[in-house]
Structures are given as C-alpha cells and as structure tokens.
C-alpha cells in the first residue's frame, strides 16, 4: 500500500464479532504485510497502542501489548501438569507463540508443530517477534491439516496443544470434531495432557460447549478454565484442559511453575488453580442443551 495515499488520513481495522452488531476497531499506523494464501486472508499492520497486531481472515490472532496473555495459558497449564514434558506436538499456533511457551521448559526435547498453511509461519518469522521461537534446533514444523495428522500418530506426545483460529474460519472448525479429540487422545502416550482454546464465553457460548463436551466424551479428565485476553471477543477466553488421568489442580508441578513465574509476565503458580474457577454463568452455561 502507498503511504503517501494514507497522508492526512486514518485508516481502520474493524473485526465484527457474532452476530455483526459489536465488535473491535483498531488504527492502522502502518500496513506491513497482507496477502490471500489458498487458505486464508494474513493482514499484519502496526497499531499505536498496541504495536504490532497479526490477523488472519479479519480475525485479531496477536497483537505485541496482550499475546502473552493467551500464549501463556494455553501452554503452561499443561506443560506444568504434566511431570516430564518431553515430546509436545502444538497443532496450530503459526505465529510462534505458543511454541515460545513451550520451550520455556527444560524438559522439552521435541516440539512439533502443524501449521496448514506455510505462509502464516513464513510470514511470522519475517515480522513477528513470535516467529524467533521457530529458529530453535527442538522443532518440527509440519505442514498439513492438523486433523489429518493427529490420525497417523499414535502413543507418540506427552502433551498436545490445540493452538487453532476461529472454529467458523478456514480450517478451524476441523480442529472442533470428535473425531479430532479421539486421534488426540490416541497420539498421546500414557498419562498425556492435552489443552486447546475454547473460544469466549460470553458472545457465543456454543463452540465452547461443543467443544467441553466432545472432549468430555473422549477423555477421562476434562477440566475448563479461563483467562484474560482483551483483543479478543468479551476480553474473557476460556481453554479446555484434558488429560488421561492427570489432574490440573492435584498433580501440577507447583515448585516448577512458582520458579518460571518469575520470567512470565501473566502465568503463575497460584493462577495455575484459579484459573479452574469458574463464573456462575460459564458453569451453568456448560451444562445447558447446545
């Protein structure tokens, strides 16, 4: 885009939540990449406020100022219930967040991620910060549909991390599927944790609903808990924690997680256990008929 079209002007971002009548606007100081890939729309723009902000089909996926709010809670929550994180698969999480989380942790030797669509990695190691995570000698990339490849590995992680976009957006709604639970469920070895975003709990309560229960179906363990993460839609996202036999609250590393605390800028020790405490309404709202 020419800059010297944009002298004297502001142009804007708007992202319609459900329904279309609310949703989030955002300057554009300055346009910095976009592109339609075969999958998806990229549009990456620097925001004052927020600095660097990444979006994928119209949909807010990272900004600089909040990233770690989500990328934190995604990763840590599992990574420190499970006792030796070794082999983590990330499905999703193009952006290289999450994988930053992860290899936050000593224990880890292998973390592999499946993006589908290359270009959304591409572009994050050319401008965003979170795309740095991707030069580390412990990662896999794999690009695929991420459905398809939970099926043809079995027994294989310790923890898998549902990093997916918008269930109504390109590909994300195959990552929604019981299906996709059960080959999750199957590719982690004994005693594997698994977490995945679960969308907002006060727009539209459905996609986590279908979610809480299709994973409920599938695993023993199955836990919902919540975070902060202001440029999504409410500013209040839910996760689904799922295990087969560990407990989030019980059995999480509380000495591990109080000593990487201190380089977090959202995740603690004592959040790890709030987070499971739920409002009255997302409990109610969990147990009500889709």
């Not at 009548?21 to 990456?44: C, N, W, Y």
């Not at 990272?62 to 990233?67: C, G, K, Q, V």
């Not at 679960?198 to 975070?227: C, H, L, M, Q």
Request: aromatic share 14%; with cysteine.
């Amino acid at each position: 885009m020419n800059e010297k079209l944009l002298a004297g002007r502001h142009l804007w971002y708007f992202e319609y939540y459900t329904g279309g009548d609310v949703g989030l606007f955002m300057k554009i100081a300055r346009m910095v990449h976009s592109e339609q890939t075969p999958i998806q729309r990229i549009d990456i723009f620097d925001n004052p406020t927020l600095g660097r902000v990444f979006a994928l089909d119209g949909i807010t996926m990272t900004t600089d100022r909040d990233e770690f709010m989500y990328h934190e809670m995604l990763a840590h929550v599992p990574m420190f219930t499970h006792p030796h994180p070794k082999n983590v698969l990330i499905i999703g999480g193009g952006d290289g967040g999450t994988l930053r989380e992860v290899l936050r942790h000593p224990e880890v030797e292998n973390a592999v991620l499946c993006e589908v669509d290359r270009r959304v990695v591409e572009v994050s190691r050319q401008y965003l910060k979170t795309g740095e995570a991707f030069n580390n000698d412990k990662v896999d990339l794999v690009f695929e549909n991420g459905a398809e490849y939970v099926k043809k590995v079995k027994n294989q992680f310790d923890v898998i991390i549902i990093d997916s976009t918008d269930p109504t957006a390109g590909e994300g709604g195959h990552l929604f599927t019981q299906d996709f639970y059960r080959a999750c469920f199957d590719a982690l070895r004994d005693g594997g944790v698994m977490s995945a975003e679960a969308e907002n709990a006060f727009y539209d309560f459905n996609w986590t609903r279908i979610a809480y229960r299709r994973i409920k179906s599938v695993f023993p363990v199955v836990r919902t808990y919540a975070g902060f993460m202001t440029t999504y839609p409410s500013g209040f996202w839910l996760y689904i924690f799922a295990s087969k036999g560990l407990d989030p609250i019980k059995d999480y590393r509380f000495e591990a997680a109080r000593a990487m605390s201190q380089q977090l800028k959202y995740y603690n020790e004592e959040l790890h256990k709030a987070c499971f405490v739920l409002p009255n309404f997302v409990k109610k709202a969990l147990e009500e008929s889709p």
